[in-house]
């Protein structure tokens, strides 16, 4: 970690991870999903640095206000990129489910288990995790990241 904590590194860290996923999803999901229009892949490229952002903003709370439980980054960031992941899932699950059944189709051959849009939600855990991950160590976290 840094000697000197910060919240706008941490935030600009977690916006810069979250844009090079979304870039990844921009330039490979036509790979997966036939129908994928500009629109969709910059919705991706956009949605995954916000995601990016507010789990770097979320970074100043090390307990959790109400309950005054420890909420370290390895719980705080996987819960927030799944949670964001779940409702845009919620939001657009008919969408999401002819999308996962096309992939699986594409991958396995078949329809599978694969085929549930809540695969989106884990996604969303796994990248919020390595987002959390380099926010933290690279940019501090707590109330010493406000104070400076």
Do not use: C
């Not at 991958?107 to 959390?132: D, K, R």
Request: glycine share 10%; aromatic share 18%; proline share 5%.
């Amino acid at each position: 970690m840094l000697t000197k904590p910060s919240l706008m590194l941490r935030i600009a860290i977690g916006k810069g991870v979250g844009f090079a996923i979304g870039l990844i999803g921009l330039i490979f999901l036509p790979y997966f999903v036939a129908e994928a229009d500009w629109m969709l892949r910059f919705a991706v490229l956009f949605w995954y640095t916000t995601v990016g952002a507010v789990i770097g903003v979320f970074g100043v709370f090390t307990r959790h206000p109400v309950l005054h439980l420890p909420m370290p980054w390895w719980f705080r960031a996987p819960m927030i990129g799944a949670w964001m992941n779940f409702v845009l899932t919620l939001f657009i699950y008919d969408q999401f489910a002819a999308w996962m059944a096309e992939i699986s189709t594409i991958t396995f051959g078949s329809a599978t288990l694969i085929t549930s849009p809540f695969w989106f939600v884990l996604e969303g855990a796994l990248i919020g995790l390595l987002i959390g991950y380099l926010a933290t160590r690279f940019g501090g976290e707590g109330k010493e990241t406000v104070d400076r």
